[in-house]
């Protein structure tokens, strides 16, 4: 499950998980926090530990509405993302994600972060939660759970206990008020930058100013080891608030209606860091749900690869299974003129949450990318293996080539090559590195 991953706290409690979601309960949470806290050097000050507490409403309608299946599968999803999102934003700190009641999660990391940092990653969480979920139960049609959310620092002198106790308060007093969407145990909201004019302010200087840090994760080839590529991925290097991950960064820029901008200024910069590499080396860009939709992106997009002298065919873009809740045929429609461009068509995530293997066969695709929470128990679980070998055979039958994500022990790896996919990324190899060490890499191969 994804709240296994480098980052995530796989110290040795016994494992009691819940069986929808795979997730730890919530005694399992209160011992993994009691642990850190007692592990936490007493001269080190108070052990820093940021807690959220996010509940869904409205699972009782779905319940009754759809059948407790959809209801079932809906929390089931919501779990996925809360470890997708958290797994990519504490790339190294230690973390773990829990379901400690029926609709109820407890998100918990091991970092010192600024409370902005945590507030604002919690309204990116909401957002992404909030997201509409496919459901085979409901014809393929959609729900949509909303969130409230608690969040707390702990103090000298917290324990599990208090610690959940005045988190489910202070989600209490949240619900009272209407409209309120995040709350802190304090009462008070962190006050900087949670306005979204404030935001908007921020992200357009960022991007003035050139914080939008652009980092390239290393892809090889699985044969022979051989590096063939590399993803971009954005990073937000915050004057005041610190590191933000390119999760939290984009459904800020969604909220802002600032996608467009900030996807033209990465695509530009790394295209332009890209043209001088070696000619065997490709890049692979993300291209977001909101860029998709916009009617003039195939025209703006070729004229800006264009204009950056890089060939096309070197190009990947990579776009989420969200964008297939949009028109199918406007999807394919804003794709063809890429690929008819020389452009590979990458789908990323495959396997993170509803797949609907027709999805294949309808879009222009070249290549799919497993999720990396496809990937990570491969090496164990014989059910794992068996997915992976349908979706490798289809794959195979429809000539798109397979990528495999967030590899990050040998034996994945070698489960992998086994089966026959052909290349990969993660944290085995390379985690992204800035374009210097990037190059430095380029070098040495
Ligand atoms: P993604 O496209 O699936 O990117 C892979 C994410 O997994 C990256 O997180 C990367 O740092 C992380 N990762 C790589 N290898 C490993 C591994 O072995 N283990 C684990 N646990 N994680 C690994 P990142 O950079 O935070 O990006 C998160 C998501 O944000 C991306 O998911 C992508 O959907 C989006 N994103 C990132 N950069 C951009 C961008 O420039 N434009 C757009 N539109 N979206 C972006
Ligand atoms: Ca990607
Ligand atoms: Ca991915």
Not at 157 to 162: E, T
Not at 198 to 203: G, K, T
Not at 214 to 235: H, K, N, S, Y
Request: hydrophobic share 45%.
């Amino acid at each position: 499950m994804g709240s296994l991953t480098l980052g995530a706290d796989d110290s040795m409690e016994s494992d009691r998980r819940d069986a929808l979601t795979g997730l730890v309960d919530a005694v399992q949470a209160k011992a993994k926090i009691a642990r850190w806290l007692s592990d936490w050097p007493a001269d080190a000050g108070a052990c820093p530990l940021h807690a959220m507490l996010v509940a869904v409403g409205r699972i009782e309608t779905v319940n009754l509405a759809y059948g407790a299946d959809t209801g079932d599968s809906a929390l089931a999803e919501i779990a996925q993302r809360i470890s997708h999102f958290a797994a990519d934003e504490f790339e190294s700190v230690p973390w773990f994600a829990a379901r400690v009641a029926g609709s109820t999660f407890l998100l918990v990391a091991r970092e010192s972060c600024s409370r902005e940092r945590w507030q604002w990653f919690a309204e990116a969480l909401a957002d992404v939660v909030s997201m509409p979920i496919v459901s085979p139960e409901v014809g393929g049609g959609t729900v949509r759970l909303w969130p409230r959310i608690a969040l707390m620092r702990t103090a000298e002198g917290d324990d599990p206990d208090r610690i959940l106790d005045q988190l489910a308060m202070a989600l209490q007093s949240a619900r009272q008020e209407h409209g309120r969407r995040v709350a802190w145990v304090t009462g008070k909201l962190a006050h900087v930058s949670v306005s979204n004019q404030q935001l908007e302010a921020d992200m357009l200087a960022a991007i003035d100013r050139d914080e939008i840090e652009i980092v390239f994760q290393p892809q090889f080839e699985m044969a022979d080891d051989t590096l063939i590529g590399a993803e971009a991925l954005a990073r937000w290097q915050h004057p005041q608030i610190g590191r933000l991950g390119a999760n939290t960064l984009f459904t800020l820029a969604e909220r802002t209606d600032h996608v467009a901008q900030l996807s033209r200024h990465i695509a530009e910069r790394a295209l332009a860091l890209a043209a001088g590499w070696p000619k065997k080396v490709k890049l692979s860009l993300n291209v977001t749900p909101a860029d998709l939709a916009a009617a003039t992106f195939p025209i703006e997009f070729l004229s800006l690869l264009r204009r950056s002298g890089f060939p096309p065919d070197r190009l990947t873009i990579e776009i989420t299974e969200q964008v297939l809740l949009a028109d199918l045929e406007e999807v394919t429609r804003a794709l063809n003129p890429l690929k008819a461009a020389g452009v590979s068509i990458a789908l990323d995530d495959f396997g993170a949450g509803y797949s609907n293997f027709r999805y294949l066969k309808i879009l222009p695709l070249d290549i799919l990318k497993l999720d990396r929470s496809m990937v990570e128990g491969i090496s164990e679980d014989s059910r794992d293996l068996a997915v992976l070998r349908a979706i490798t055979a289809m794959a195979r039958a429809l000539n798109l080539r397979v990528v495999a994500e967030g590899v990050e022990h040998e034996e994945q790896r070698e489960a992998l090559a086994a089966e026959g996919v052909e290349y990969y990324q993660g944290f085995l190899r390379s985690v992204p590195l800035d374009h210097p060490a990037f190059q430095a890499l380029l070098e040495t191969d």
